[in-house]
């Protein structure tokens, strides 16, 4: 149904109110600094009370290990250090192949974002059924070689059964992975467009390197300051009511910063992805007003401005809901692996309610980036938005969270692959510790390819929940400007994810609509009605000649209809 034109518009927001925004939730931001401030207040305390803190921690762990292993010789005879060190010479390679490997993958995401979703989703499935049936082969093949109850060489098959199940949800959701398949090729045109985004969340990366860095600093401090050596080679430890309170105070700023730069980097590629999007136009422009081109030239920048300045607080509040809920998840697995079969439903229950939090959690930030309300006013108006057009956005970002990091895991395993088989070939292992020397080449080569690859994907993934947010307040926009800022996103996402919308107009063309609850309305006429209307309900005739007449509609012309959402083509 089209919505008719003396029809109120409801749901008006202010995106990319740029000019006018304020700070919002300020309370938050004041106090990540108090404890960044006293968290290297207390590195420079313990450092300064205890000059031989370090010292004395690296005495006591020295007599650690001596306790621990006392024929433990004083040197190492074999090669394996040196080997392990010379192996490290290759571990550039990694680094290079994983960026080289990235920039393939955004070109394959953006001109077959479709075959490549449906692959990575793919190889999933056979990966869980292949090892499945591995294990069962080699559980068979080991119980046929010994006597007894064979029954658990069966146990693998459950996999193959879990393989099968996820091939039918694959099935069952084509159409939300044809639409993920289509934000995520958008996503790549976004960074295409904004390169600035890796450098910006490059330099929040090494940032939060830093900060997590003057924790491990801090604590060391702190725990050498309450060391000290005895006469026995041992060392006392003595830790008082204030060196808890700092440990408490270090922790949580540790937990914290670990959330608080990750969502730094999702309110930039947000806000950026947000100008991207409305092309510079805000969505106040319900009065025809347009940005200063100044604000929007360098989104990139203006994003991180923002993002340290008015919208701070708004990113520590959401970046401390998060490390409470992934806190309270850790504690929820403990007990479901210590708690049986009622502790393991109640935490899968606990853990499911967390995830969900954490899903409203990062569209409350999106929508805060996108229109400068504060923390709760932005979650309330997402849920409101969503659920009046019908929308859910919970699905898709599984299933892009899904494609990037397990694509990034796969493709982390090609570089570390070919990083093993060039240091095997390198000729600088000896046998003896070819094994080892090989497992930790691996290892290192996999945690640096994994870090630069799940970085990409997730500048992709903060891209592809924009862009859906951006969608959904631009459901408004078109019933005041008459056309969307982004078509080809709107109308495959509105497409996939509410079909009633698009309904069949006369002539073969199509549109996209806003169901519209009917409401009736109550007129009064003289009796008998007048030739221009039609009684539909009419109350109990009086002596007055004017009686309450109920009717659907008024058969007086109306004037034309003005169509709610624009054409799909």
Partial sequence: MVQDAS?????????????????????????????????????????????????????????????????????????LPADVIGSMSYMPIPLFAALLLGIVWMTALRFFAKPVV?????????????????????????????????????????????????????????????LTAHLIEQSVNVVVAHPGLFLASAGLFVVKIAVLALCLVAYLFLLGSELTPNQTGGCDITVSTADKVMYGVITVFLYWSVQLWLFMR????????????????????????????????????????LAFTKSFGTIAFASLLIAICESLKRLAQKERRNGGLVGCLIACCITCILSYLEFLTRFALTFHALTGDDFCTSGKNFLHHASRHGFTAIMVDYLAALTLQFGAIVLGLLVTALTVFIVDEGGHVHDSDRTWVLVTAG????????????????????????????????????SHTG???????????????????????????????????????????????????????IAQPGDAGVVAVTIAEPIRAAPPARQLYPDVV
């Fill in 7 to 79: 029809m109120p518009a409801s749901g008006t927001l202010n995106v990319l109110n740029l000019t006018d925004r304020r700070p919002t939730d300020l309370v938050f931001g004041f106090v990540y600094l108090i404890l960044f401030i006293a968290t290297g207040g207390i590195a420079i305390y313990a450092s300064t009370n205890s000059p031989t803190a370090l010292s004395n921690l690296g005495t006591c762990a020295n007599a650690s290990a001596s306790e621990l292993d006392p024929t433990a010789p004083s040197g190492n005879s074999s090669g």
């Fill in 118 to 178: 449906y692959l990575t989703l793919i190889i999933k499935g056979v990966i869980l059924m292949g090892v499945g049936m591995y294990l069962y082969t080699v559980g068979k093949s080991s119980c046929g070689l010994t006597e007894g109850d064979c029954t658990a060489s069966f146990t693998p098959l459950i996999l193959c059964a879990l393989g099968l199940l996820y091939f039918v949800f694959l099935f069952c959701l084509r159409r939300r992975i044809a």
């Fill in 266 to 305: 999702f309110y930039v590629v947000s806000l950026t992805t947000g100008v991207w999007y409305y092309t510079n136009e805000s969505l106040a422009s319900q009065e025809g007003g347009v940005h200063d081109k100044a604000l929007t030239q360098a989104p990139v920048c203006m994003s991180l401005r």
């Fill in 443 to 478: 290892l290192v080569s996999w945690f640096i390819a994994s870090v630069v690859l799940v970085f990409i994907g997730g500048i992709l993934l903060n891209v592809v929940d924009a862009c859906y947010a951006c969608l959904v307040l631009d459901l408004d926009h078109a």
């Fill in 483 to 537: 056309a969307y800022q982004k078509p080809i996103i709107a109308h495959a996402v509105i497409a996939t994810v509410n079909p009633t919308y698009i309904i069949q107009q006369p002539g073969g063309s199509a549109a996209i609509a806003q169901p519209v609850q009917p409401y009736p309305q109550t007129m009064y006429e003289p009796y008998p009605p007048q030739p221009q209307y039609v009684a539909a309900t």
